[in-house]
């Protein structure tokens, strides 16, 4: 069956320190990859996606993530974090044939202190 | 446009009632996919529904049951309701369209078994 990863389930960082969050995915063959944010108190939000073309993906507040197709990994970076990017990230990843079931990792809580 | 809506936000239930929970999606949208979240599964996909039929379903019991309308409305329902069913239940809508597309997510029903 297929999973997803995501390495870091707690991650406490400064304000202005650089991230790079973790997530592996088990298929071998074609996906798409997203990444979901939510915020405390708030509902899913689509941060970035990653159909086809430029493994390079940018996605809202400045947060981007590469898809390295041999290594199965879909890391999202940013390079200063704020204060407001407080808030749990769901990597997820839809199979080609998949209709829309997405498989969802477990999610990293990020804490950004001042 | 107005976002996913569900209703209601929250419930309270005891173990072998049963429960409907409503989605409305986005306007234009026809897909519509329920999860599942809680603490120690995490985001786990239940079903899809795409003008009016089930297209994928998950690893969940026949407890657990949906339906859309023809305005592309849907309803989820549980049946016999287990303590282990408290989760938030999460509706997310799309075009529907294979491999591009995109799930924007509501903000939720929280059910609690009592």
């Known amino acids: 069956a297929q999973s997803v990863s995501q390495h870091n389930h707690h991650v406490i960082l400064s304000e202005a320190a650089s991230l790079e969050l973790g997530c592996n995915y088990s298929y071998g063959g074609t996906v798409n990859l997203f990444w979901y944010v939510q915020y405390p108190g708030q509902h899913l939000q689509l941060l970035l996606k990653?159909?086809?073309?430029?493994?390079l993906v940018k996605g809202i507040k400045g947060f981007e993530a590469e898809f390295i197709k041999s290594k199965f990994s879909f890391n999202l970076r940013k390079p200063s974090v704020q204060w407001s990017d407080t808030a749990e990230y769901f990597c997820?990843?839809?199979?080609?044939?998949?209709?829309?079931?997405?498989?969802f990792g477990a999610g990293t809580r990020l804490a950004v202190h001042p | 446009k107005a976002g996913v809506t569900q209703t209601p936000r929250y419930l309270i239930k005891t173990r072998g009632q049963q429960v409907t929970l409503s989605c409305s999606p986005i306007s234009g949208h026809r897909s519509v996919s329920w999860y599942q979240q809680t603490p120690g599964q995490g985001l786990q996909f239940l079903f899809e529904?795409?003008?009016?039929?089930?297209?994928n379903k998950g690893n969940f019991p026949g407890r657990f049951s949906g339906r859309q309308f023809s305005n592309s409305r849907s309803e989820m329902n549980v049946s016999t309701l287990e303590l282990g069913d408290s989760a938030l239940y999460l509706c997310?809508?799309?075009?529907?369209?294979?491999?591009?597309?995109?799930?924007?997510f509501g903000p939720g029903t929280r059910l609690t078994v009592l």
């Open positions: 997310a809508s799309s075009t529907g369209q294979l491999n591009t597309d995109t799930q924007y």
């Open positions: 990653y159909f086809s073309g430029d493994p």
């Open positions: 529904y795409f003008s009016e039929t089930q297209r």
């Open positions: 997820a990843v839809r199979v080609s044939g998949g209709y829309n079931k997405l498989i």
